[in-house]
T-cell receptor, first 112, second 116 residues
Framework: KQEVTQIPAALSVPEGENLVLNCSFT??????LQWFRQDPGKGLTSLLL?????REQTSGRLNASLDKSSGRSTLYIAASQPGDSATYLC???????????FGDGTTLTVKP | EPEVTQTPSHQVTQMGQEVILRCVPI?????FYWYRQILGQKVEFLVS????????KSEIFDDQFSVERPDGSNFTLKIRSTKLEDSAMYFC??????????????FGSGTQLSVL
């Protein structure tokens, strides 16, 4: 059974800092890994999707890496801003039917 | 930008009552999903749906749950006889997935279900 773990559970940084969020998964037989952002009371927004054959994806100030063999992914946020404050979720897709297993998330607070 | 729409945003019901949660996926998407998130817990997969049938379901998705695509636009989750432990935020999601499983998931804003 796939288990997804995210550390740290919470992170508070001053504006402008670069930061790294971590995600690990137990079963490396995945189709892809997605990083999502969740704002309080809102749905999930997909930030980046890394296919199992890829090593990284970039979008603006975000860079996600994937090391499938070790079961790890990182989300790097450059030059953090207060608007980046949210919960970041990592999810791996395990089956061809698209079932995704989520981690608990990292709650990020960026202080002005 | 196209979005997944869920109604209602909040639903309060008495234990044992039936509820139907509604979703309008993005129009050119082919795969549809329901997930739920109990307060303070992880987002959990319930069911995936493609070509008018269930593709996969989790252990949570027992006989009390059903899904339907009654027309070309709506996708519904029905809980026949609600229990207290069904209280959660229910998210609908969809993906395009024409040629590859590697398409982003688009989530709705969720329906907060409270069972009293």
């Amino acid at each position: 059974k796939q288990e997804v773990t995210q550390i740290p559970a919470a992170l508070s940084v001053p504006e402008g800092e670069n930061l790294v969020l971590n995600c690990s998964f137990t079963d490396s037989a995945i189709y892809n890994l997605q990083w999502f952002r969740q704002d309080p009371g809102k749905g999930l927004t997909s930030l980046l999707l890394i296919q199992s054959s890829q090593r990284e994806q970039t979008s603006g100030r975000l860079n996600a890496s994937l090391d499938k063999s070790s079961g790890r992914s990182t989300l790097y946020i450059a030059a953090s801003q207060p608007g980046d404050s949210a919960t970041y979720l990592c999810a791996v897709t395990n089956t061809n039917a698209g079932k995704s297993t989520f981690g608990d998330g990292t709650t990020l607070t960026v202080k002005p | 930008e196209p979005e997944v729409t869920q109604t209602p945003s909040h639903q309060v019901t008495q234990m044992g009552q039936e509820v139907i949660l509604r979703c309008v996926p993005i129009s050119n998407h082919l795969y549809f999903y329901w997930y739920r998130q109990i307060l303070g817990q992880k987002v959990e997969f319930l069911v995936s749906f493609y070509n008018n049938e269930i593709s996969e379901k989790s252990e949570i998705f027992d006989d009390q749950f059903s899904v339907e695509r009654p027309d070309g636009s709506n996708f519904t989750l029905k809980i026949r006889s609600t229990k207290l432990e069904d209280s959660a935020m229910y998210f609908c999601a969809s993906s395009r997935r024409r040629d590859s499983i590697n398409e982003k998931l688009f989530f709705g804003s969720g329906t907060q279900l409270s069972v009293l």
